[in-house]
T-cell receptor
Framework: DVKVTQSSRYLVKRTGEKVFLECVQDMDHENMFWYRQDPGLGLRLIYF???????EKGDIPEGYSVSREKKERFSLILESASTNQTSMYLC????????????FGAGTRLSVL | AQSVTQPDIHITVSEGASLELRCNYS??????LFWYVQSPGQGLQLLLK??????LVQGIKGFEAEFKRSQSSFNLRKPSVHWSDAAEYFC???????????FGTGTSLTVIP
């Protein structure tokens, strides 16, 4: 079974802190994604990566950056956390990109105070 | 604007009753279509997908969906709902032209005894 692991289920941070959300997949997938999930808005793509060190902006990249130094790991970085970044963050991976099955982690619920 | 619409924010059904969750999209090209389910506290799991061929697609957990091009719809159905089906359901649409992929806003399903 494909496993996508997000390092934290819950995080509480203060405004202005630098926040790292980590995601690891164990199936050698080329593509990895970071989504933000908010009630009534569904899932919105923040960034995706189709290879090591490669990244593309999604629909809502402002205030976020990403890092993919190894194939199995995709990190989401909030350079200076703000209260409007309080949300559920979901990581996913797939073999062939968006038009393929995406395998999701359990999510990280981030609260920025 | 191109979009994915799940008209029902919340649905309540009795255990054993049939279920239909609606999904409509507004893209002109032939889409890739997906239904994902998110159980409480979990990430998303693929229920089924449609890329081409037979427009009636069978998925896991007894779910099926039918692609109707004339109605731009991909509705999810289950003949007899179980209490364990209580979850949030997301429709997703991918369009190869322009490399677009979007999730709907989700439908929350409650199952009552």
């Amino acid at each position: 079974d494909v496993k996508v692991t997000q390092s934290s289920r819950y995080l509480v941070k203060r405004t202005g802190e630098k926040v790292f959300l980590e995601c690891v997949q164990d199936m050698d997938h080329e593509n990895m994604f970071w989504y933000r999930q908010d009630p009534g808005l569904g899932l919105r793509l923040i960034y995706f990566s189709y290879d090591v060190k490669m990244k593309e902006k999604g629909d809502i990249p402002e205030g976020y950056s990403v890092s993919r130094e190894k194939k199995e790991r995709f990190s989401l970085i909030l350079e200076s956390a703000s209260t409007n970044q309080t949300s559920m963050y979901l990581c996913a991976s797939s073999i062939k990109g968006w038009f393929d099955i995406q395998y999701f982690g359990a999510g990280t619920r981030l609260s920025v105070l | 604007a191109q979009s994915v619409t799940q008209p029902d924010i919340h649905i309540t059904v009795s255990e054993g009753a049939s279920l239909e969750l609606r999904c409509n999209y507004s893209y002109g090209a032939t889409p890739y279509l997906f239904w994902y389910v998110q159980s409480p506290g979990q990430g998303l799991q693929l229920l089924l997908k449609y890329f081409s061929g037979d427009t009636l697609v069978q998925g896991i957990k007894g779910f099926e969906a039918e692609f109707k091009r004339s109605q731009s719809s991909f509705n999810l159905r289950k003949p007899s709902v179980h209490w364990s089906d209580a979850a949030e359901y997301f429709c997703a649409v991918g369009i190869n032209t322009g490399n677009q992929f979007y999730f709907g806003t989700g439908t929350s399903l409650t199952v009552i005894p």
